[in-house]
């Protein structure tokens, strides 16, 4: 039987392959854009207008979905940006607006669809975290803590949720191919900065990263195949060997010497 999935953030990278696929495989598949007129007649599926950090524009995305199927049996919570610069020179405000669309943003959508799945007996929940979350990356604290914070609440929302048929997991990518470069934010530097040299070097290993990244594709294949599994796992990595096995080595190796790898890493 057909899925009605809704993906925020279908526009591009992940979002879009995923909901391409998903399509390809019979699923009837809602994509979520800020713009959805510029993309309903160049792709097979039907995109929304959502603001994720908008409640009402929330509750009307869910209420479409709703009108038009009478149910809604997956929830692809994709949508999120990156956001990179020394914690000192990072606007505080750019922080809070980072975690309203990559934490609370999703947890709200979340919190809006719940009372339907819990009445349907049934519904899956996917968050699209990072292994970032793993640990607090150089120059790039706030994504690291936002979807670490995603990742936290999602456990606890599993074991809430598990007497009614709901089932949530993460799904916690490594580095994959995307335009992701463009979209980021990128703190402008104070004049004179003591972090211009590390903070240019740590730029330029994170766009290699993600230039010779995994083919998302990868990843929505996998999204896909835990659409029907019962008894998820809280946690599914997808990534480099390296990028999957960091989370292990920060549990396994004492905390100074996991931080002086991260460190000759990133030239620190």
Known sequence: MSKVVLITGASSGLGLTTALYLHEKGHIVFGTSRNPKNYNNKYPFTFLPLENTDSKSIQNCIKLVLSQYGRLNVLINNAGVGITGPMEEIELSDVKHHFEVNCFGPLEIIKTILPQMREQGDGLIINITSIAADMGLPF?????????????????????????GIRICNVAPGD?????????????????????????????EMNEHVNNGINPKKIAKKIESLIDIQKLKVRYKIGAPLQKISGILKSFLPSRIFEKLLMKHYKL
């Not at 790039?140 to 007497?163: C, F, V, W």
């Not at 994959?176 to 070097?201: C, M, W």
């Open 140 to 164: 790039r604290g706030p994504y690291s803590a936002a979807k670490g914070a995603l990742e936290r609440m999602s456990e606890a929302l599993r074991m809430e949720t598990y007497a009614f």
């Open 176 to 204: 994959f191919v995307s335009n992701i470069a463009d979209r980021r934010h990128y703190t402008p530097l104070n004049e004179g900065s003591p972090y211009s040299k590390s903070y240019q070097f740590s730029l330029d």
